[in-house]
């Protein structure tokens, strides 16, 4: 079945170390996006990237990287930079849209990183 | 800038009984299209509906429709008839014509009642 795969669905680090999470798609989309939510909040973007090899910053790129090396696979690694980085992660992917705008965005089912 | 406000930061609804969640936008461009999504405690995010600014009917799509209104810059989506796995999280969510980026807004919780 196509899809998107995250992985760890939980991780636990220690304050000062980075971490990265996996995002793996096989629907051939070829963008693909970097979601965080807080606690009882929307989700607030990362980074995104329409094509291999290149990607751009969200509204909340701080402390955060990202690379796209292939299409299928969008990592995001939260560094030691990142003063709050306690949250839930989503990634997605977006097919072309119909008409003037954009296609609907596909989801993970995201990873839940905690720092302790 | 786009931003989506949705008010309502949860409401209880009966099993059955019809459920309006309110969504308001705000957006300089001509062009673009607004999505409802429903994420279940488990986090995942559903796609439910799309509407595009140059529709000319309201979207619908099985029991959710939506009701936009673009001079009052509203979609609110309408859920009839709903069921104890409606219970979740919703939300609006704006993109502009031509991108790929989405705006979400902070989301309504749903709690259906048996």
């Known amino acids: 079945d196509g899809g998107i795969t995250q992985s760890p669905k939980y991780l636990f680090r220690k304050e000062g170390q980075n971490v990265t999470l996996s995002c793996e798609q096989n629907?051939?989309?070829?963008?693909m996006y970097w979601y965080r939510q807080d606690p009882g909040q929307g989700l607030r973007l990362i980074y995104y990237s329409q094509i291999v090899n290149d990607f751009q910053k969200g509204d909340i790129a701080e402390g955060y990287s990202v690379s796209r090396e292939k299409k299928e696979s969008f990592p995001l690694t939260v560094t030691s930079a990142q003063k709050n980085p306690t949250a839930f992660y989503l990634c997605?992917?977006?097919?072309?849209?119909?008409?003037?705008?954009?296609?609907?965005?596909?989801f993970g089912e995201g990873s839940r990183l905690t720092v302790l | 800038a786009q931003k989506i406000t949705q008010t309502q930061p949860g409401m209880f609804v009966q099993e059955k009984e019809a459920v309006t969640l309110d969504c308001t936008y705000d957006?300089?461009?001509?062009?673009?299209?607004l999505f409802w999504y429903k994420q279940p405690s488990s986090g995942e995010m559903i796609f439910l509906i799309y509407?595009?600014?140059?529709?000319?009917q309201n979207a619908t799509e099985g029991r959710y429709s939506l009701n936009f209104q673009k001079a009052r810059k509203s979609a609110n989506l309408v859920i009839s008839a709903s069921q104890l796995g409606d219970s979740a999280m919703y939300f609006c969510?704006?993109?502009?014509?031509?991108?790929?980026?989405?705006?979400f807004g902070g989301g309504t919780r749903v709690l259906v009642k048996p």
């Open positions: 957006t300089s461009d001509p062009s673009y299209g």
């Open positions: 969510a704006i993109v502009k014509a031509a991108g790929n980026k989405l705006t």
């Open positions: 629907l051939n989309h070829d963008a």
């Open positions: 997605a992917s977006s097919i072309p849209g119909t008409g003037l705008v954009a296609g609907e965005l596909f």
């Open positions: 509407q595009g600014s140059y529709d000319q």
